[in-house]
């Protein structure tokens, strides 16, 4: 009998695909049809398997991760919608992936009904938030303060990885000036007034993760 839905489970760490094939297997209409370790060996198996919903890690080691990914896949003709998976919160993963094309975004430590049914929903092609990323979204919607942008937002994600301003430009395809004028308007909407207590407060606000 054909399974109402097809699976893809992307994640890097093979206990945890073994433990969602497990929980779908219980499932009625679910089926896993093919699993890779990261986002190269993802798209690759898409290219002889059908499915209806990729189950996506953001995070999978040295290999291509899961926002990357999700961009390819949506370039694809037809292509399968992307139920991101993670243990990640933080507004840079969760702008990463909603620009990259995800569907839906949901937490490891989800219910397995809330899951399953996320995943009939994404095969709907409905959209799926975990509720503590809905409620963050709302918050950024609705908070006093001027959101960050998402530029803004990447832009702290490389300065916690240690790069320099023209590291930065390049990385980002922009001028050494235009990431001084974003910074100025990070360190603004953060109340700080260096790089190191914008990362401080970033990190402590949920913004992006410490590394």
Do not use: W
């Not at 093919?34 to 499915?51: F, Q």
Request: a negative charge; proline letters at 4%; hydrophobic letters at 45%.
């Amino acid at each position: 009998m054909t399974a109402d839905i097809r699976i893809l489970l992307v994640d890097d760490h093979p206990v945890v695909r073994r433990g969602l094939r497990a929980m779908f297997e219980e499932q009625d209409g679910i089926a896993v049809m093919a699993e890779a370790s990261d986002g190269r060996a993802a798209l690759d198996a898409l290219t002889h398997t059908e499915v209806d919903v990729v189950l996506m890690d953001l995070q999978m080691g040295a290999g291509m991760d899961g926002v990357e990914a999700t961009r390819r896949i949506g370039e694809q003709p037809q292509a399968p919608p992307v139920l991101v998976l993670t243990t990640y919160d933080s507004d840079a993963d969760i702008l990463a992936a909603v620009e990259a094309g995800a569907t839906g975004y949901m937490l490891k430590d989800a219910p397995p009904e809330q899951l399953c049914q996320a995943v009939r929903s994404a095969a709907r092609g409905e959209t799926t938030l975990a509720p503590q990323v809905a409620a963050r979204l709302m918050q950024r919607m609705q908070s006093p303060v001027p959101a960050l942008t998402a530029r803004e937002v990447e832009i702290l994600g490389l300065l916690v990885q240690g790069l320099t301003n023209r590291e930065i430009a390049r990385a980002l395809f922009v001028s050494e000036a235009t990431v001084k004028t974003h910074l100025v308007h990070i360190y603004d909407k953060l109340g700080v007034d260096n790089r190191t207590a914008a990362i401080a407060a970033a990190v402590e606000q949920g913004i992006i993760r410490a590394r």
